[in-house]
């Protein structure tokens, strides 16, 4: 196999860019939106294998409409939040308006959404595709975990002590969900 293909620049270019110290984006919240949307091209890729082999073709229909939506979904957020990391940077970062949130927010949400669906997609597994849903579901606890960081590392530069306690809150709430979501797969298997 190519290496060079396999990369491609878009992938290679996108790694750089968070290596670099000098550009400061895309940074964390970039990053977990990145992972989540590789989850759910996995279990787009798990549910169109099973759709070729004639395996459960409602659930891979349902699978591959899904998964497709959150991957363009989470790509999009990728974008706000780097645009929102750069509006950031450039107002000094003294203080985070607790609109600045929404977008971590928002990539915690869809990253959870690609974990209930690994849990719905494992159905489809074909032996072309057997342990992909569970990397696909482990990618985006990963991003979850990695976003409710972000937003709780952000939340300390709120003025609204009131509303930082409510992320926090509301943080603590998505581990449990997202330990709820692992629970039901493990029992599963």
């Known amino acids: 196999m190519?290496?060079?293909?396999?990369?491609?620049?878009s992938v290679e270019h996108f790694v750089q860019l968070v290596a670099l110290p000098k550009a400061a984006t895309p940074g964390a919240g970039s990053t977990s939106a990145v992972v989540a949307a590789l989850a759910a091209s996995l279990?787009?890729?798990?549910?169109?294998?099973?759709e070729r082999a004639n395996r459960q073709?409602?659930?891979?229909?349902?699978?591959?409409f899904e998964a497709h939506a959150l991957?363009?979904?989470?790509?999009?957020?990728?974008?706000?939040?780097?645009?929102a990391l750069k509006n950031l940077i450039n107002s000094g970062y003294k203080?985070?308006?607790?609109?600045?949130?929404n977008i971590p927010q928002l990539i915690i949400l869809y990253s959870l959404k690609v974990c209930r669906l690994a849990n719905k997609a494992r159905y489809l597994?074909?032996?072309?595709?057997?342990g992909d849903t569970l990397v696909a579901g482990q990618l985006a606890k990963s991003a979850v975990l990695a976003a409710i960081e972000v937003l709780r590392q952000n939340s300390k530069k709120l003025k609204d002590k009131c509303e930082q306690k409510q992320l926090l809150q509301q943080a603590t709430l998505w581990e449990k969900e997202l330990?709820?979501?692992?629970?039901t797969y493990d029992l599963l298997q």
């Open 2 to 9: 190519n290496r060079d293909k396999l990369l491609g620049n």
């Open 43 to 50: 279990l787009e890729l798990v549910a169109l294998l099973a």
């Open 57 to 64: 073709k409602s659930l891979a229909r349902e699978v591959i």
């Open 71 to 83: 991957r363009l979904k989470l790509l999009e957020l990728v974008e706000d939040d780097n645009e």
């Open 95 to 101: 203080s985070i308006p607790v609109e600045a949130l």
């Open 125 to 130: 597994e074909t032996k072309t595709s057997a």
């Open 179 to 183: 330990d709820a979501i692992f629970t």
